[in-house]
């Protein structure tokens, strides 16, 4: 992960999360989520990027949802290619 990402870029959209939306989450990012289908369709997600990830947080808390986090290990990508993701327009 680009040192942008790890040490300004998620832990800022976490906090802003968490203030306004009381996410109560502590990686806004981790793209590893489980969600019962009532919740699903609860939220009336729309997204289809990479914004899905924050608009299923914001709806959550807005719904007062309870979110449970499971610790994961991000392990290098042992491949010889550059992040797919770009910083500014993803």
Known sequence: ???????????VLTFILNLFF????????CG?????????EKL???????EFASEMMIKAGLHK??????PINLYK???SKKPHLRTWTD
Do not use: V
């Open 1 to 11: 992960m680009p040192w942008l990402h790890r040490y300004l870029g998620t832990p």
């Open 22 to 29: 009381k996410a109560k989450i502590g990686d806004c990012n």
């Open 32 to 40: 590893m989520r489980l969600i019962t289908k009532k919740a699903f």
């Open 44 to 50: 009336q997600l729309k997204s289809d990027g990479m």
């Open 65 to 70: 949802m309870k979110i449970i986090e499971t």
């Open 77 to 79: 990508d042992k491949r």
